[in-house]
Nanobody, 115 residues
Framework: QVQLVESGGGLVQAGGSLRLSCAASGGTFSSYDMGWYRQAPGKEREFVAAISGSGGSTYYADSVKGRFTISRDNAKNTVYLQMNSLKPEDTAIYYC????????WGQGTQVTVSS
C-alpha cells in the first residue's frame, strides 16, 4: 500500500504563494495518477488538481485553474502543488492521494489564507 505524507502548508496573506509537497513510499509511484484534494471547515472534501503518472497530463478544478500548478518528480516519488494568488476561500486542509481519491486519507497539511 502506498504511504503518503503531505507538507508545506502554513499561514499566508491573500495574494501570496505556497508550495505543497507529497512524498510517497511503497508501490510504483510513476504508475499512479496523483491528485490533490482539499476540505474546508464544514464542507465536503473536493478535487483540486490531478496529474498523470508520466506527468504529461494535468487537470484542475475551475476554482484554481490559472493559479495552481500540479507537478511531480518520479525520481523523488513526490508530487507538488504550487499555489499562487491565494484567496481566503482556498483555506482548507490539503490532501494528496491516488486518483480517484478514495480512502484511506493521510493527515493532510493545513493552508490558511488571511484577508
Amino acid at each position: 500500500q502506498v504511504q503518503l505524507v503531505e507538507s508545506g502548508g502554513g499561514l499566508v496573506q491573500a495574494g501570496g504563494s505556497l508550495r505543497l509537497s507529497c512524498a510517497a513510499s511503497g508501490g510504483t509511484f510513476s504508475s499512479y495518477d496523483m491528485g490533490w484534494y482539499r476540505q474546508a471547515p464544514g464542507k465536503e472534501r473536493e478535487f483540486v488538481a490531478a496529474i498523470s503518472g508520466s506527468g504529461g497530463s494535468t487537470y484542475y478544478a475551475d476554482s484554481v485553474k490559472g493559479r495552481f500548478t500540479i507537478s511531480r518528480d518520479n525520481a523523488k516519488n513526490t508530487v507538488y502543488l504550487q499555489m499562487n494568488s491565494l484567496k481566503p476561500e482556498d483555506t482548507a486542509i490539503y490532501y494528496c492521494n491516488l486518483v480517484p481519491g478514495l480512502p484511506p486519507w493521510g493527515q493532510g497539511t493545513q493552508v490558511t489564507v488571511s484577508s
